[in-house]
Structures are given as structure tokens and as C-alpha cells.
């Protein structure tokens, strides 16, 4: 996101095709206030929630998956929620799979996600494993023994579930020229410096991800090497994030000046220019976090695209499109070789723009590499989502064009194995409340059929107007619009 005026991310002419191409069957339908009532007086709640075991015993890096029974078996909701008291000895997976990770004991709360309340409780013992051998890596990083490996992309995703943007604060900048601007930039757009009691507060709430957009041009010097004390304050606000067991997903934000499409488009030598400094940053955000573990994900770029091009939010031209697939393809190389778990870490991928319109999207093209998900930035339908002056309320037609946006996706990438985070997502305050926490719970909702793990943008505004998307007041620690927030967690489930 940028502090500018943006134009809608799907043309007036592209949204009226894909729904006029579209039956009723296409399009999915709600249920009557008389069905909902009907449904909700036959729901059977479960009763029971028993372990097949309350005490296990495993060596470092080993999995187990827990296994429950849960009566009666026609109970409407069996779908179960895990946690771990100590996620660095043990941690385990929205599917309950447990990893060993080092030595110790930890608990696994298992409970009922229905409104029985039920919960049991599964002692881990963790053990070094005879054949690991010894490493001597900081306290808050991960060896590459803590690296679960076996976990794949699309179920990364999911256990992601539900995340949070900290726009406006280590993204923030006071100019486009490669400068020296020091730590003060953190502020420079009106947001306080960060805190770990912020980032307690935000996974308290039930946020498990949290994106943090880096800018890295304001802390270059002239041969593109990062000032020593920025990274390092990237780095504590990671750590923040890890601490609280979360995901975090790190980039680089407003930086279209260091991978300059206009330039990279020119001629072969002004391409071989612009990755060669693009990557001198990577190789060195690389270098700093390459024994942390898959809790930490990589995202190359942040809306590549050309400022003020006539199709900069309509999916630019196919030469552009180009450059940004070759940008990547470099970036996943460099990071597949640049040392430690990086060999495995899951890395996010940008279309043009993270754009999610269909050229866009058609011309995404992903190394072959099974550990990379596409990420694409969606404030959808626009009209009701950021045009101030669009609608305020969210009825039938926002929702039928964002049954077709998901299904697009599913289409494109999840039904074929490729997974998709929504890396930035958000409804601006219109003093509409009632309809943004509407249109919160079926984005969320709609998204998560499809295994599409959606972040929250929030940029620390709360007028009513364009680009007003926050939600959490960092200065007290607390959410503003908490219904909004209740929603993005529970209909991330």
C-alpha cells in the first residue's frame, strides 16, 4: 500500500465481464434467515473430546499426529483447534501434527471449535536425538534442526490463518533517494515505535502471522550495503513476532526504485543492473535470517510496478510482466543458496502490482520450486473496499464479486497445488461498521474455502475517508474496531 489515491485494482469493464459470464450456479448462494434458524436448532454439539494418548515421548525433529475421538459421531462441528504451551520445544500444526523441536516438555491444548467448550490436554517429552548433532545458534533463532521440513506450502498456509499488516512504521520513509536516514524513519508517517507489548497484544487477540513491510532504500549507502543498526531493528521486530510464536513475513516495501521495472525493461545490461543491486539486499537480509525456522517466510517485492504508468493497477504490460517473473526467479535462486534454512524457507511471490487482475495473474510464472506461494494484494470490490466515494454498503453485488475473485483463484493456483496468501486486504472506514464487519466475515469466509490465508492492512488511520484501515490503536495497545478484529479470527478458522 502506498499513501496515494489508488485506482481500482479491477477494471469497471473486466468486473462486469466476469460476473455477466457467470449463472446462478456459479455464484454462491446464502442461506434465508429461516434456513440459518432451521440449521442452527439441528446442530448437535459434541459431547465428548478424548486423546488416544496423554503423554508422548519423541526425539528431536520427529512428528506425531495426535489422534481424538469425538462423540457423538454425528456431531455437527468436529473440526478441532491445537496450541502448545512452548511452541520452542514443541510445536504443532492446525492439523495436529507435532514437531519436536528441542529438548523439554510442553503441553498440546486440543479443543472443540463448537460451542461445547471441550478440551484436552497432551503431555510432549522431547528428547535429543542420538544422531543430532551439536549447533551453536543464537536464543531466538532456529537450527536447522527446528526446520520442519516435512510441512508442505499449502499447509503452511493454512496453519497461518489469519495476519496482520504493520503498515506505516519500519516501511515508512522521507525520501526516494538511496540515503542514510537512521532509526527515526520508523515515525516519520505518525505511527509510535514498535514494541513487543504491541505484537503480545496483536497475537493475543488471535492473529497468528504478522507482515512486516521493510523499506530498505533510506538505510543504503552508496554501494547498497544496510545500515548495521536498521538491520538490526528489523530484526528485534521479527524477533518480537517469533517470540510470541507467529509467522512472520518479511519484505521489501516502497523500494520500486531499487527493482526499477522502467529501467529493467529497457535493454538487457539495464536488467542485469537493476538485479544486481536487487539482489545485493536480498543476499544480505538472507545472510541475517538464515537460521531462523518456517515461522519466518520471505517476500521478494511489494507491488512491483511503474509509478504512474497507465496500467500501474491494471496489471501492467506484458514487458513488465516479464521482468517482475525474472526478478524472481533470481530472488528464489539466491535465497535457495545463500546458507543455512534457507535452502528450505517458503518464499511469497508478487505478480505485477500483486495485482489481481487477470492479465496480471495469468502471466504469473513460478520457478519450479515447491515451496513458494503467490501472493496478490486484493481491497476488493474496490468500489466498497477503498473508494471513498463508492458505496458504503456490502449487499449481493460486493459479494458475487468476491465469490468469483476466490473461485478465480482457486482456478488459477490452489487447484493446482499452488497456494495463495492475500498479503494485504482491508475495508476503509466509511462510518459504515456494521457493513465492514459484513464484508470482513464473508471475505474471510470465502477465502478460506479455498485455503487462502488473508492479512489485514492496517496503517494506523482511523478517520473516515481513503485509506483509513486501522484497526488496532498501537499507542494503547488495544483495538479500535474489535468486532472487526473478533471477525478476521473467527472466520479464518
Known sequence: MKMKKIVSLLTSASLLVGIAGFGASDVQQTMSPAAISASAAAAVKVKTLNLAASKVTMSVGKTYTIKSKITPSNATNQKLSYSSSDSKIAKVSSKGVVTAVKEGTATITVKTTDKSDLSAKLTVVVKKSSSAASSSTSSNTSSSNGFDKKITAMELVEDMQVGFNLGNTLDAYSGNSISDAGLSSETCWGNPTTTKKMITAIKAKGFNTIRIPVTWHDHLDSNYNINEEWMNRVKEVVDYAIDNDMYVILNMHHDNAVYDLKKAIKS????????????????????????????????????????????????????ERVAVNKLNAAFTKLIRNSGGNNKYRFLMLPGYGASSSDNALNDIKLPDDDRLIVSVHAY????????????????????????????????????????VVIGEMGATNKNNLADRIAWTKYYVSGARKYNITCLWWDNGCFNIGAENFGIFDRKTCKFKFKDIADALVKYSK
Open 268 to 319: 538487457t545490461n539495464d536488467y542485469k543492473d537493476v538485479e544486481k543491486r536487487f539482489l545485493k539486499i536480498w543476499t544480505q537480509i538472507a545472510d541475517t535470517f538464515k537460521n531462523y525456522d518456517e515461522h519466518l517466510v520471505f517476500e521478494s517485492m511489494n507491488e512491483p510496478r511503474i509509478e504512474g504508468s497507465a496500467a500501474e493497477w491494471n496489471g501492467g504490460t506484458a514487458d
Open 380 to 419: 476488493s470490490p474496490y468500489n466498497f473496499a477503498m473508494n471513498a466515494s463508492g458505496t458504503k454498503k456490502f449487499s449481493q453485488t460486493e459479494k458475487n464479486e468476491l465469490d468469483w475473485f476466490f473461485s478465480n483463484l482457486d482456478k488459477k493456483f490452489v487447484s493446482k497445488g499452488i497456494p
